[in-house]
């Protein structure tokens, strides 16, 4: 089992900059990948970034040269972060920090409100 907690995001003014970050904890020794996805109101989820246990990234086409996923490591947790520049309105969405197994089991946050307001 893999435990994600979620925290950032909030309201912000299109253009502004605001940053995500997820623990995770568990069995991370068995995470191949991290991964931010978010949903807006009726959509279906989508990929924002992943990043590989080898450093790795991609990005959807909507959010590169605007987003940054990154990774850190700490005793027993890994860290993922989120660092969403220029933001616009078409970013609002409910984020959801993902992580893939070696088993390809997915793990999902609880989700967290980003706003963007025009």
């Known amino acids: 089992q893999v435990q994600l907690v979620e925290s950032g995001g909030g309201l912000v003014q299109a253009g502004g900059s605001l940053s995500l970050s997820c623990a995770a904890s568990g069995m991370i020794l068995s995470i191949n990948s991290l991964g931010w996805y978010r949903q807006a109101p009726g959509k279906q989820r989508e990929l924002v970034a992943i990043i590989t246990s080898g450093s790795s990234t991609n990005y959807a086409d909507s959010v590169k040269g605007r987003f940054i996923i990154s990774r850190g490591n700490a005793k027993n947790m890994v860290y993922l972060y989120l660092q969403m520049n220029s933001l616009k309105p078409e970013d609002t969405a409910v984020y959801y920090c993902?992580?893939?197994?070696?088993?390809?089991?997915?793990?999902w946050g609880q989700g967290t409100q980003v706003t963007v307001s025009s």
């Open positions: 993902n992580a893939l197994s070696t088993s390809y089991f997915n793990y």
